[in-house]
């Protein structure tokens, strides 16, 4: 989802879909779309078609590399949710990001 400097949403955009067990999305992406958006800032939504949230390592690694890379350009990530059999895990809530 991509936010205005209010963190309203100006719109969101599927940018990956993935396999089952895997999907790859890469932050160049991620920022394109947003800076084509004119974001203030982000939020990551993904879902675990296992219905289990918990978030997983590879889960953890993209959430450091967007905050990261949202650093440098001055559009903050403010939460990365996962959703999985009608329940939702944030990142932010779990101290993760």
Same mark, same amino acid.
């Given at each position: 989802?991509?936010?205005?400097?209010? !963190?309203?949403?100006?719109?969101?955009?599927?940018?990956?879909? *993935?396999?089952?067990?895997? !999907?790859?999305?890469?932050?160049?992406?991620?920022?394109?779309?947003?800076?084509?958006?004119?974001?203030?800032?982000?939020?990551?939504?993904? !879902?675990?078609?296992? #219905?289990?949230?918990?978030?997983?390592?590879?889960?953890?690694?993209?959430?450091?590399?967007?905050?990261?890379? #949202? *650093?440098?350009? #001055?559009?903050?990530?403010?939460?990365?949710?996962?959703?999985?059999?009608?329940?939702?895990?944030?990142?932010?809530?779990?101290?993760?990001?």
């Amino acid at each position: 989802m991509f936010l205005d400097t209010r !963190n309203r949403v100006i719109t969101q955009k599927t940018i990956s879909v *993935g396999s089952l067990q895997a !999907n790859v999305v890469h932050p160049r992406e991620v920022f394109k779309e947003a800076v084509s958006r004119s974001s203030a800032a982000l939020i990551v939504l993904h !879902n675990h078609p296992s #219905g289990d949230p918990a978030p997983s390592q590879e889960d953890r690694a993209i959430t450091a590399r967007l905050k990261e890379a #949202g *650093g440098l350009m #001055g559009i903050p990530l403010l939460d990365h949710i996962i959703i999985g059999a009608g329940k939702f895990i944030s990142l932010k809530e779990q101290g993760i990001l």
